[in-house]
């Protein structure tokens, strides 16, 4: 399953804080079999404050959240689609994340100082975007070379991957990302192969400063140029102040509040970002709970009951039978199964079922 989000960006923008302030959202390891010891990947909790209702409700042992991965790639420079810097490492690691955490600084501080030397958020975003597309073009244009043999083999499958190749082809010659073309579900089937950087999907993480010269707080045209373009793109974006959230790893909980209260960042930016980054792949959750555990399940949106059960067990997708199931805050509301089976709120659902965010399910299997 795709769950890895790559925090990417220019140099000083504040990535490595950022990700600092994620490891703090860490689980553990042993819960989490994709988890890995590689120092520049943290597994964090998606934070659900269902999971801590239905572990209350059923006085479970533990409780165990949905994770996701988010892996801090180095910083790209201007050129790196021709190995400027740490381009061609750069590339290689964005190319095996599963979507793109783009971070962009978005205040002045002078004693931090830019690459450009000037803080630009859409220029610095267009920099990044560009030396993306110029790696899609390399790739694009090396395979269209191998299509056309395979077409003049009479190889059908290389016919539906070729309309896309130029399809990809066009809208990334004229600086877009390859997923603004318009495939058809064939085509879009078709070209995930090759992994295009631009065809992955991407966040922006406006990064802010307490106490600095944020640029939404700032009357010079910057920021509102910045919404106009993610408004024009229909991006999504989280905003965060790094440098807070990093800090408050060190804090005991009980003194997180008031530190919020003096730098007056009342959000949790950090958490914003981790449930941005699992809609962003386009992953929900469904729950079991008892009394030796309530836990998240992580499913791509539109999973039926059987690929559900088998992100719990490979024999409860091989052997389904059917499933009991319940929305999560019905249960809550019945007080116990026995109540919500009396109302008729549980409700038997077979393989055909599409699982829904917040399901509480129970498998039967053969």
Do not use: C
């Not at 659900?48 to 790639?73: G, M």
């Not at 190889?155 to 495939?183: D, P, R």
């Not at 791509?300 to 091989?318: E, Q, R, V, Y």
């Amino acid at each position: 399953m795709e769950i890895s989000v790559g925090i990417v960006g220019l140099p000083n923008v504040g990535k490595s804080t950022l990700f600092n302030a994620l490891t703090n959202k860490s689980v553990l390891a042993a819960n989490y079999p994709f988890a890995t010891i590689d120092p520049s990947v943290g597994v964090v909790s998606v934070p659900d404050a269902r999971v801590d209702k239905l572990a209350e409700f059923s006085q479970s042992a533990k409780k165990i959240p949905a994770a996701i991965e988010f892996v801090d790639i180095a910083g790209l420079v201007k050129g790196a689609s021709e190995g400027e810097g740490l381009g061609n490492k750069f590339l290689s690691h964005i190319r095996e994340v599963s979507a793109i955490a783009q971070v962009v600084r978005v205040f002045d501080n002078p004693s931090i100082l830019h690459v450009d030397e000037k803080v630009d958020p859409v220029s610095d975003i267009e920099t990044i975007n560009l030396e993306l597309v110029l790696a899609d073009v390399e790739t694009v244009e090396k395979r269209h070379g191998t299509l056309e043999r395979d077409i003049k083999r009479g190889v059908k499958e290389a016919q539906v991957e070729f309309a896309a190749i130029e399809k990809a082809h066009e809208v990334l010659l004229a600086g877009q990302l390859a997923q603004t073309a318009q495939f058809t579900p064939e085509e879009r089937a078709a070209i995930k192969g090759l992994h295009l950087l631009t065809m992955k999907p991407m966040l922006y993480v406006l990064n802010r400063e307490s106490g600095g010269h944020n640029l939404d707080e700032v009357t010079d045209g910057r920021w509102t140029k910045l919404m106009e373009y993610i408004e024009k793109n229909d991006a999504s974006y989280v905003v965060v102040d790094a440098n807070v959230e990093s800090d408050l790893r060190e804090l005991a909980a009980e003194d997180k509040e008031s530190f919020r209260r003096e730098y007056g960042v009342f959000d949790d930016g950090v958490n914003d970002l981790i449930r941005a980054g699992y809609k962003l792949l386009s992953l929900i959750s469904f729950f079991t709970t008892g009394a030796d555990e309530t836990r998240a399940w992580t499913i791509t949106n539109g999973s039926t009951a059987p690929i559900a059960g088998a992100a719990i067990h490979t024999d409860f997708k091989d052997k389904f039978i059917r499933a009991e199931v319940i929305e999560w805050n019905k249960l809550l509301e019945a007080g116990s199964y026995a109540k919500a089976r009396e109302q008729g709120l549980v409700r038997t659902e077979g393989k055909e079922y599409v699982v829904k965010d917040g399901d509480v399910m129970e498998f039967l299997h053969g």
